[in-house]
């Protein structure tokens, strides 16, 4: 599979005393581990206890903090799954990771509170007995949609959730109830822009929040702005764009008679009338240029930017 280097394993065993060992010849389904929440890192990271559930195909070069720790390694990208058991109510849930770096030989798992987050989870990182007043939510990993509260347990100063490696029974038990700790994307960039940006936006000049109607236009203007219909000349097709990516109950929107199509090249009569040119420049343009590299992102920035008077 792939071999580490002493001097990235040293570093290994630096960031995670006693947690990297030599491959296990069996299926330990019993052992239990812990995938713990590692603010530092950009992707997930599993191990040996946890369910490989589909191999990506892809490879990423992993680098330590340093290049004294020799070259980088080319790790997998799985889809993994891992099971926890639940002390209060006895029962067990299967908890997805999707697009982590799989290290065969770790005994932990990794995986980013951003990426939680932005899966819809609420993860409160404070230990109760740091927290100003502790409640039941506090400590604790919440999944709104099925109403379930996981209490963090902590070592040292990591919090973490204790799981194990599920079986193929249990795979096959819980299939269709299973619960995201990270969303459930093909792809996963931590170098996007995008976060940068929506967290740009959330202030105003004055660096305080914006208000949320002011927040809510930006961000509904920040879809349509990167929509390439024209809303005059194809309705239909402007607002199927637009609704797609926002949640319309979110901001009070009424919409009514959306069509959704396949997306058609702009022709010379629309470019004339967009851009207020003769047709027959409008005609010379197409002709020298392409529609192939259309931008469309799934979550839009807050911020944009606008023309000067220049």
């Known amino acids: 599979f792939f071999e580490l280097s002493d001097q990235f394993n040293s570093y290994l065993c630096s960031r995670f005393p006693h947690y990297i060992c030599a491959s296990s010849k069996h299926d330990d389904t019993t052992t239990l581990s812990t995938t713990e929440l590692d603010s530092h890192a950009d992707s997930p990271v599993v191990g040996k206890y946890c369910k490989i559930l589909e191999l990506t195909g892809k490879m990423v070069k992993v680098s330590g903090f340093t290049s004294d720790l020799g070259q980088p390694l080319e790790v997998p990208v799985v889809n993994a799954a891992v099971a926890y058991d639940c002390v209060y109510t006895g029962m067990t849930y299967i908890l997805v990771i999707y697009n982590a770096l799989y290290f065969r030989n ?131 097709l402007f607002i199927a764009s637009v609704v797609s990516r926002i949640d319309v109950g979110d901001f009070g929107l009424q919409v009514s008679g959306v069509t959704s199509g396949k997306r058609k090249g702009v022709d010379a009569k629309t470019l004339s009338k967009r851009w207020r040119i003769p047709l027959e420049m409008a005609r010379r343009t197409i002709e020298a240029t392409t529609q192939l590299a259309v931008r469309s992102v799934d979550v839009p920035s807050l911020s944009r930017r606008f023309r000067t008077n220049d």
Request: with cysteine; aromatic share 10%.
């Open 106 to 236: 770790m005994e932990v798992n990794l995986i980013p509170p951003f990426m939680m987050r932005l899966a819809g989870l609420q993860v409160d990182e404070c230990p109760k007995f740091l927290a100003l007043k502790p409640t039941v939510e506090t400590h604790s990993l919440y999944f709104p949609a099925e109403d379930l509260r996981f209490p963090f347990q902590i070592e040292g100063i990591v919090s973490y959730l204790p799981t194990r490696k599920p079986d193929d029974e249990e795979i096959e038990k819980y299939r269709g109830a299973y619960l995201l700790l990270t969303p459930n994307s093909s792809t996963w960039n931590p170098h996007s822009s995008t976060y940068r940006d929506q967290e740009h936006g959330m202030l105003d000049y004055r660096g305080e929040i914006k208000a949320k109607r002011q927040m809510d236009r930006q961000w509904i203007g920040a879809v349509a702005n990167q929509s390439i219909c024209d809303p005059v000349h194809e309705p239909e």
